[in-house]
């Protein structure tokens, strides 16, 4: 934008209309000469009324005043000359090269012309008085328009290019959270350039993508679904064979009831994975204390962990209401502590710890967004409830801290399926913490072992502190 209001400013000033000065231009001396050559021929042939015509002529055409002089100093149209024209024609005369004079309050201009028949006429020219010199304040309000002018073409020219850029980008974020059915064609009007055809691409991009996740989802529910009648079939089968087999089977058959039961397991959790990608959007939510429901995760947890020689304690708590589905977040934190105590070493403890975070702790975190229309308080995209779970297992490889969340992930050393499941505890979680606005990540602890940070907004700024026992 500077660039063009500097190139407007130079080119208006250099082609600006400049006064005429001491010294005549040589476009102006042209036109005189044309002139006195055309008077005095016209004065010769046609005789002083067609000269006056002439004149007249140039007076109302070009606004030049001419009087044409003979040897005698004698003006020939019959007009009122200006004072010092018949001592500018003399200079002429003698000189027999133009004369300029700018003494009175027009410049004159006197210009010698001979005829064909050799007589020698001089014209003089009364110009258009001088125009003063521009002051400071001409530049000043000529710069000012352009400045106003080219400020308001650039600042619509860049809103025009930019706005379907930022529609975009706000599409892909919408995208990048979850919504696959935004697009961008309808919010780009009647626009015909290479941005709509962008914007178009762009949907059919998101399009594909929607259907492809779609189907993907709806072929491992029916998938899901379609597995639990056999399994069934096969527990009865399971239960008829060690009513007729003899204790030699008996190995087999627990080996296969394990199996199964692991089968099953599994399914449930696609089924619950699938629930959470598919239909959590259609449950209302409710406020409850989420101090409450990690004390209730944390006993459940605790009492299977003390079977297996580890312990599960909460160092501190802050009681903070939320509002969400708690029938999808119980499930969430719940496999964050579970994974902890499969991996935590023999003979210690996972330590959980809720607080209330605000301003840094909170600022990268999405907003909540509510499943019904209430009010909800302006500080819940700054407050957040940040929830600690610590182990002291052998923590993960950092190359897979962020893969840990992605379904059937499991990590090397976690194959084993007694040790490391199926892998889709942790990505339920991810999912059910996006619905809510939240989010999920892991890190290695300092001193071994594995920090998983869960945060969720909270709608209201008033909450208690109260530390565990």
């Given at each position: 934008?500077?660039?063009?209001?500097?190139?407007?400013?130079?080119?208006?000033?250099?082609?600006?209309?400049?006064?005429?000065?001491?010294?005549?231009?040589?476009?102006?001396d042209?036109?005189?000469?044309t002139?006195?050559?055309?008077?005095?021929?016209?004065?010769e042939?046609?005789?002083?009324?067609?000269?006056?015509?002439?004149?007249?002529?140039?007076?109302?055409?070009?606004?030049?005043?001419?009087?044409?002089?003979?040897?005698?100093?004698?003006?020939?149209?019959?007009?009122?000359?200006?004072?010092?024209?018949?001592?500018?024609?003399?200079?002429?005369?003698?000189?027999?090269?133009p004369?300029?004079?700018?003494?009175?309050?027009?410049?004159?201009?006197?210009r010698?012309?001979?005829?064909?028949?050799?007589?020698q006429?001089?014209?003089?020219?009364?110009l258009?008085?001088?125009?003063?010199?521009?002051?400071?304040?001409?530049?000043?309000?000529?710069?000012?328009?352009i400045?106003?002018?080219?400020?308001?073409?650039?600042?619509?020219?860049?809103k025009?290019?930019?706005?379907?850029?930022?529609?975009?980008?706000?599409?892909?974020?919408?995208?990048?959270?979850?919504?696959?059915?935004?697009?961008?064609?309808?919010?780009?009007?009647?626009?015909?350039?290479?941005?709509?055809?962008?914007?178009?691409d762009?949907?059919?991009?998101?399009?594909?993508?929607?259907?492809?996740?779609?189907?993907?989802?709806?072929?491992?529910?029916?998938?899901?679904?379609?597995?639990?009648?056999?399994?069934?079939?096969?527990?009865?089968?399971?239960?008829?064979?060690?009513?007729?087999?003899?204790?030699?089977?008996?190995?087999?058959?627990?080996?296969?009831?394990?199996?199964?039961?692991?089968?099953?397991?599994?399914?449930?959790?696609?089924?619950a994975?699938?629930?959470?990608?598919?239909?959590?959007?259609?449950?209302?939510?409710?406020?409850?204390d989420l101090?409450?429901?990690?004390r209730?995760?944390?006993?459940?947890?605790?009492?299977?962990?003390?079977?297996?020689?580890?312990?599960?304690?909460?160092?501190?708590?802050?009681?903070?209401t939320?509002?969400?589905?708690?029938?999808?977040?119980?499930?969430a934190?719940?496999?964050?502590?579970r994974?902890?105590v499969?991996?935590?070493?023999?003979?210690?403890?996972?330590?959980?710890?809720?607080?209330?975070?605000?301003?840094?702790?909170?600022?990268?975190?999405p907003?909540?967004?509510?499943?019904?229309?209430?009010?909800?308080?302006?500080?819940?995209?700054?407050?957040?409830?940040?929830?600690?779970?610590?182990?002291?297992?052998?923590?993960?490889?950092?190359?897979?801290?962020?893969?840990i969340?992605?379904?059937?992930?499991?990590?090397?050393?976690?194959?084993?399926?007694?040790?490391?499941?199926?892998?889709?505890?942790?990505?339920?979680?991810?999912?059910?913490?996006?619905?809510?606005?939240?989010?999920?990540?892991?890190?290695?602890?300092?001193?071994?072992?594995?920090l998983?940070?869960?945060?969720?907004?909270?709608p209201?700024?008033?909450?208690?502190?109260?530390?565990?026992?």
């Amino acid at each position: 934008m500077i660039s063009v209001i500097a190139g407007t400013f130079l080119v208006g000033e250099l082609t600006r209309p400049e006064p005429f000065r001491q010294s005549h231009h040589w476009p102006v001396d042209l036109a005189i000469s044309t002139y006195a050559q055309a008077a005095a021929e016209i004065y010769e042939r046609d005789g002083q009324n067609d000269l006056a015509v002439y004149t007249d002529r140039l007076r109302r055409e070009a606004n030049i005043q001419i009087f044409l002089f003979n040897r005698e100093l004698e003006e020939l149209s019959g007009r009122r000359m200006p004072a010092g024209a018949p001592a500018l024609a003399q200079r002429a005369f003698d000189a027999r090269l133009p004369e300029f004079a700018a003494n009175g309050p027009a410049p004159l201009l006197a210009r010698p012309a001979i005829t064909p028949s050799g007589e020698q006429y001089v014209l003089v020219a009364e110009l258009p008085p001088r125009l003063p010199p521009p002051h400071w304040y001409d530049h000043a309000l000529h710069l000012l328009i352009i400045i106003l002018i080219g400020a308001s073409f650039c600042y619509w020219l860049a809103k025009y290019l930019t706005s379907p850029v930022a529609k975009l980008r706000a599409a892909t974020q919408e995208i990048a959270g979850g919504n696959l059915s935004v697009r961008v064609a309808p919010s780009l009007g009647n626009r015909r350039d290479e941005l709509t055809l962008l914007g178009a691409d762009f949907d059919l991009m998101a399009a594909q993508i929607e259907s492809l996740l779609k189907s993907q989802r709806r072929l491992l529910g029916d998938i899901s679904h379609e597995l639990r009648s056999p399994l069934a079939r096969l527990n009865v089968a399971l239960e008829l064979a060690r009513q007729r087999a003899g204790p030699e089977a008996m190995s087999a058959l627990e080996r296969i009831q394990r199996e199964a039961e692991n089968l099953n397991e599994m399914i449930g959790q696609v089924l619950a994975l699938t629930r959470v990608e598919t239909g959590a959007g259609e449950l209302r939510r409710n406020q409850f204390d989420l101090a409450r429901l990690v004390r209730e995760i944390a006993a459940d947890a605790d009492f299977e962990a003390r079977n297996r020689n580890r312990s599960v304690r909460i160092i501190s708590d802050e009681s903070c209401t939320i509002s969400a589905t708690e029938e999808l977040l119980r499930p969430a934190i719940e496999n964050v502590v579970r994974n902890a105590v499969q991996h935590t070493a023999e003979g210690t403890e996972i330590e959980i710890q809720l607080r209330v975070g605000s301003g840094v702790a909170c600022r990268n975190q999405p907003a909540e967004k509510p499943a019904r229309e209430e009010e909800v308080d302006p500080d819940s995209a700054a407050r957040c409830a940040i929830i600690t779970v610590r182990d002291h297992g052998e923590g993960v490889p950092e190359t897979a801290l962020a893969e840990i969340f992605r379904p059937f992930y499991r990590v090397d050393y976690a194959r084993d399926r007694e040790a490391g499941g199926v892998g889709l505890g942790l990505a339920i979680t991810e999912r059910a913490l996006r619905l809510h606005g939240g989010t999920v990540t892991a890190a290695n602890a300092s001193d071994g072992g594995l920090l998983v940070t869960i945060t969720l907004p909270i709608p209201g700024p008033k909450h208690s502190l109260r530390t565990a026992r």
